[in-house]
């Protein structure tokens, strides 16, 4: 909790015109991290809608056997383009980029973050490498059908537009080391008075660990995309055996970078989980330096398992048993987190709710995304399911029902903070249901198609396997109107939705000490702090003296 002490009257909410600019310069132009988490917020679920149907136009392939709308080549462009969408424009930047630039600053009771200009710069290189991304699309040879990894020799040797592809995602790395360079500077520097380190909430150690993996990961694959480049527009053999270069090379570049990204998608997104299960159990969050310094343990893991993706590869023996050996590790911090997430519940005067329905599905869906990683950390059954449907799933599994779910949690949290309206509940429960059945009756069955020999990446299948893509396919449908469900309800609470209280959660971080939405400056007083984030105790004396 936080005491006020003295201190300049700040004034003007985020959501009006301010200053001498007005209407659409005052966005575009604006430095308030509050207006630039909202437009990453447009962008990102405008790419993210648009990858959703392509996936949905996938499932409705799959549905049967036999080629049903598209060539075997269109749909190669189709899950590229998903997987492209989805990663670099939606998954990567997400939680960080929208809910990290709205709440970290009022999590640390800032005013702002330290470099306000080098956030805007980074909405625009996002902006710009996204709209790269989309030319790819309609000049040179077309849509890129190497699918999201780019990898080489194919990618070095495919008709279409992989060079342009590449770069835009060269470009998007650059956005990702800003907004990290920029969170770290905030935390270390723009605390409020009082705050040490482990007073800071959880939320804002997610974001941390996960900044220091976007500022030391994110060049290796900068690099990486340019040596593409460069062997596709100047014959540099780099990668493609036919000049002297090696395949497995790539790899190792790529996924160094690749792994420890899907701890960037997956940390904040644990950090949300660990804000609302504290609240809605009304009570002090279980080992709270255990989950914080585990957050940081699996950034630094997160950097020495990548190989555990090259099992299949031919690198040596020493080299699977050990990577193996590390993914398993990597399952202690997580475990640490889930078992202190679950003993924070217990016992707990816990109020059911949206956000902490979410939350629970998260923690559902990713212990089933790393009970599957398991499957494929092992050597003898990753054999069996590499490079098979069991890896879509587990994918899925992971990014989805992980970050992705995480995501959902956060906005049905902090909407009301945001946009200083309350939505639907009885919709967003609807929504929360769907979704979760769609969920699990889509990507369940293909770790069942995996496990009999489905093959991913094939546009047509035998006959034995149309039963599970079938119900995948059906599940899609589900999942896409939970989606649009959720979407029309906090869309339509923006001018519908009851006035939201300051705390209509009882939260105990800074964000909840003011006003909903929040002024432009953040708070009218300077906050101290006295206690850790997770004291109730205030809040309970206080609503002892109210009588409620």
């Not at 997956?266 to 660990?274: D, F, Q, R, T, Y």
Request: with cysteine.
């Amino acid at each position: 909790m936080a005491e006020s002490t003295t201190g300049p009257a700040w004034t003007g909410n985020y959501l009006q015109d301010y200053g001498s600019r007005r209407g659409l310069m005052a966005w575009l132009t604006t430095t308030d991290h509050k207006r630039i988490g909202l437009m990453y917020m447009v962008a990102m679920f405008s790419f993210f809608t648009v990858a959703v149907l392509l996936g949905l136009l996938i499932r409705l392939e799959l549905m049967n056997p036999g080629m049903q709308f598209v060539t075997p080549r269109v749909y190669n462009s189709l899950f590229t383009l998903h997987g492209v969408i989805m990663i670099f424009l939606f998954i990567v930047p997400g939680i960080p980029a929208v809910m990290g630039n709205f709440m970290l600053p009022l999590q640390l009771g800032a005013a702002d973050v330290s470099f306000p200009k080098l956030n805007l710069a980074s909405w625009y290189v996002y902006m710009v490498g996204a709209v790269m991304a989309l030319f790819s699309l309609f000049v040179g040879g077309g849509v890129p059908d190497t699918g999201w990894t780019f990898y080489a020799p194919y990618a070095l040797r495919s008709g279409t537009n992989v060079s342009l592809a590449v770069l835009a995602a060269f470009v998007l790395g650059f956005s990702s080391i800003m907004t990290g360079m920029n969170f770290i500077t905030t935390i270390h520097r723009l605390r409020a008075e009082g705050m040490t380190f482990f007073r800071m909430p959880l939320f804002c150690w997610g974001l941390y660990a996960t900044s220091w993996i976007q500022v030391i990961a994110t060049p290796v694959v900068g690099i990486t995309l340019l040596l593409v480049v460069m062997e596709r527009s100047l014959g540099i053999g780099f990668f493609d055996p036919a000049r002297g270069g090696d395949p497995i090379l790539y790899q190792h570049l790529f996924w160094i970078y690749s792994h420890p990204v899907v701890y960037v998608m997956i940390l904040p997104a644990m950090g949300v989980v660990s804000e609302i299960l504290p609240t809605f159990a009304g009570r002090t969050v279980f080992g709270y330096k255990a989950i914080a310094l585990s957050s940081m343990a699996i950034a630094v893991v997160g950097y020495v398992v990548w190989a555990h993706h090259m099992f299949t590869t031919g690198i040596s023996d020493t080299a699977r048993w050990v990577f193996s050996l590390l993914t398993f590790l990597v399952a202690i911090p997580t475990g640490i987190k889930v078992f202190n997430w679950m003993a924070t519940l217990y016992k707990g005067s816990i109020r059911i709710d949206v956000p902490l329905l979410y939350a629970l599905g998260f923690v559902f869906l990713f212990s089933i995304g790393g009970l599957t990683g398991l499957v494929n950390g092992a050597l003898a059954t990753d054999i069996h399911v590499h490079d098979t449907a069991f890896i879509v799933g587990h994918f899925h599994y992971t990014m989805f029902g992980g970050a992705g779910i995480g995501f959902f949690a956060a906005l049905h949290y902090w909407w009301p903070k945001v946009f200083g309206r309350m939505y639907n509940r009885k919709l967003a429960l609807w929504a929360w249901g769907l979704i979760m059945v769609g969920f699990n009756t889509l990507y369940f069955p293909m770790l069942v198609l995996g496990i009999m020999g489905m093959p991913r990446r094939y546009a047509d299948y035998l006959p034995q396997f149309h039963t599970p893509h079938l119900i995948s396919t059906i599940g899609s449908w589900i999942l896409v109107a939970g989606i649009a469900l959720m979407f029309t309800t906090l869309i339509r609470a923006i001018r519908h939705g009851e006035k939201a209280p300051a705390n209509p959660w009882g939260g105990t971080t800074l964000e909840w000490q003011t006003t909903s939405p929040p002024p432009q400056l953040n708070f009218a007083t300077a906050p101290v702090v006295t206690t850790g984030p997770y004291d109730h105790t205030a809040l309970r004396q206080a609503a002892a003296k109210e009588g409620r």
